[in-house]
């Protein structure tokens, strides 16, 4: 293959993705159908299947592609990390329905391939989480270690399981509430009540993840430091 006909086929995969993207946000997994995405884009229904082998794998690649677009816990503003661990997490905590308004299709995809996929698509989906950890919550768990505000009792792998599992399902209960008003258990929370559930959340997180207030700090050994970024679960 030539690199103009490489270069055609990566942007004609695109224009699958971002159709295909659109249609799994509107209308869902089992909504969404291939001919309408096909049709949309004047190409053969064939031509997506070449390109992704079934719409099983449509969807992973859009929800790979989504995921990807997404900041890292890192990425919050320095003043925002100066203040510490759970000061990053309150933040995107915070900002979390503003990401949403800017651009819903993205977390659309995301609650699609967390939620409303079969056992073999999840699985896929957590291989991916797994092996490339998109949101950097490795790193994030290795800083939260160096400024001391995380048990050191405990595996660093699992306090990064516990950060994510807690925080995915708290922060699709916010998507879900503002893609979808009614869909979660109390619906029409105000700014103040959800201000007072992210302030709750965070002492509950703190109490399972948070080192404990003025217990001495074990002595780390000459050379060592927390664990280099790499993956370990999914979020």
Known sequence: M???????????????????MRHFAEKGYEGARVEDIASELGIAKGSVFQHFGSKGGLLIAAYKKSVREFSAWLDAPPEVKQDGFFATVRYWLEITP???????VLYRV??????????????????????EDPYG??????????????????????????LDWTMERFQDAQLTEELDPGLFRRAGMDEQ?????????????????????????????????????????AR
Do not use: C, H
Not at 2 to 20: D, F, G, M, P
Not at 117 to 125: A, G, K, M, V
Not at 144 to 158: H, K, Q
Not at 201 to 225: D, W
């Open 193 to 233: 009540k959800t201000r007072q559930r992210i302030e709750q959340f965070l002492i509950l997180l703190k109490s399972a993840i948070g080192a404990p207030p003025g217990e001495p700090k074990p002595a780390r050994p000459r050379g060592s430091g927390t664990r280099p970024p790499g993956r370990r679960n």
């Open 110 to 131: 995301a609650l699609i391939g967390n939620y409303a996929t079969d056992l073999s698509l999840r699985r896929e989906i957590n291989r991916f989480l797994r092996t």
């Open 137 to 162: 919550t490795t790193p994030f768990i290795a800083f939260g270690l160096e400024r001391d505000e995380l048990r050191r009792d405990i595996d660093p792998d699992l306090l990064a399981s516990i």
């Open 2 to 20: 030539t690199s103009s006909q490489s270069e055609r086929t990566t942007l004609k995969r695109e224009r699958i993705l971002e159709a295909a």
């Open 98 to 104: 503003r990401m949403v308004r800017e651009d819903w």
